[in-house]
């Protein structure tokens, strides 16, 4: 991966269009030319959207998403449940 900071940020339980549940996660940083954003989806483990990340680093990031999946997956159930803010 790149020395600059990226930042991950994922999105509530969701359902698609299969009527799967599933969390979209998101990896951004600024890059030589701008901001670079890396699109993906839990429990897949799959990067969907790309723009600045090399092969390499998708690969890197897919591994990072099934790897970590039943994490991610339980920090979007938080913020799924308003009742859970309180």
Do not use: C, H
């Not at 969701?14 to 030319?33: A, H, I, P, Q």
């Not at 897949?44 to 998708?58: A, L, R, T």
């Not at 991610?72 to 799924?80: D, N, P, R």
């Amino acid at each position: 991966m790149s020395d600059e900071e990226m930042r991950m940020t994922y999105s509530a339980i969701l359902t698609g269009k299969d009527n799967k549940k599933m969390v979209r996660v998101s990896f951004e940083r600024n890059g030589k030319t701008g901001r670079e954003v890396a699109e993906g989806v839990v429990p897949d483990g799959k990067i969907v959207k790309n723009n600045g990340y090399s092969q390499e680093e998708i690969a890197s990031l897919e591994m990072y998403l099934k790897a970590n999946a039943d994490d991610i997956i339980s920090k979007a159930k938080v913020i799924s449940n308003p009742l859970k803010w309180l």
